[in-house]
T-cell receptor
Framework: EAGVTQFPSHSVIEKGQTVTLRCDPI?????LYWYRRVMGKEIKFLLH????????ESGMPNNRFLAERTGGTYSTLKVQPAELEDSGVYFC??????????????FGPGTRLTVT | AQKVTQAQTEISVVEKEDVTLDCVYE???????LFWYKQPPSGELVFLIR??????QNEISGRYSWNFQKSTSSFNFTITASQVVDSAVYFC???????????FGPGTRLSVLP
């Protein structure tokens, strides 16, 4: 079974440009999460989809970040326009929908974003 | 608010030594879940264990063992007879009861020297 995949693995862009990150979750996983780790800091939650609906987007830093999940399958995270402080590693994770309870999340390899 | 503390930033041990990674958590929830993940140099986060707040039994899986102490809000991870391949960053994480996001600790970088 394929794991969570993310594309691209690395992205280097200039301040003010736009970047779109993609995540393909494990097939059958309704929950999809985005996290970010800024250099030297902790892994922080960005948002959570259940199927195509945004369940919780309280971690999104500002309106320069836009996440979508088309048809409840893959998800994209767009940063427009990018700022220097957006640099970091963006992780995507997926899990089964369990109703109550918390299932383990399976993480992708991350996208390393560098904004210069 | 939920919080996870991993006080050990970096640990170095020599191969075959035992090592314990500490994790202390804070939550007001009565039902919650704790997790450990390993991040090897390749970068992906690898799931190791999930434990709910009602199950305080210690768990052993090969050279890995976990000690959950609700009284001290701790969920420590011990590697017995460490190996070089255990070198990685280890994260402890906490979640509530409704599939919410994880709250991660800052991670502990373990280096196992040959």
């Amino acid at each position: 079974e394929a794991g969570v995949t993310q594309f691209p693995s690395h992205s280097v862009i200039e301040k003010g440009q736009t970047v779109t990150l993609r995540c393909d979750p494990i097939s059958g996983h309704d929950n999809l999460y985005w996290y970010r780790r800024v250099m030297g800091k902790e892994i922080k939650f960005l948002l959570h989809f259940v199927k195509e609906s945004k369940q919780d987007e309280s971690g999104m830093p500002n309106n320069r970040f836009l996440a979508e999940r088309t048809g409840g399958t893959y998800s994209t995270l767009k940063v427009q326009p990018a700022e220097l402080e957006d640099s970091g590693v963006y992780f995507c994770a997926s899990s089964f929908f369990a109703g109550t309870g918390a299932r383990e999340q399976y993480f992708g390899p991350g996208t390393r974003l560098t904004v210069t | 608010a939920q919080k996870v503390t991993q006080a050990q930033t970096e640990i170095s041990v020599v191969e075959k030594e035992d090592v314990t990674l500490d994790c202390v958590y804070e939550t007001r929830d009565t039902t919650y879940y704790l997790f450990w993940y390993k991040q090897p140099p390749s970068g992906e986060l690898v799931f190791l264990i999930r434990r709910n707040s009602f199950d305080e039994q210690n768990e052993i899986s090969g050279r890995y063992s976990w000690n959950f102490q609700k009284s001290t809000s701790s969920f420590n991870f011990t590697i017995t007879a460490s190996q070089v391949v255990d070198s990685a960053v280890y994260f402890c994480a906490l979640s509530g009861n409704y599939g919410q996001n994880f709250v991660f600790g800052p991670g502990t970088r373990l280096s196992v020297l040959p």
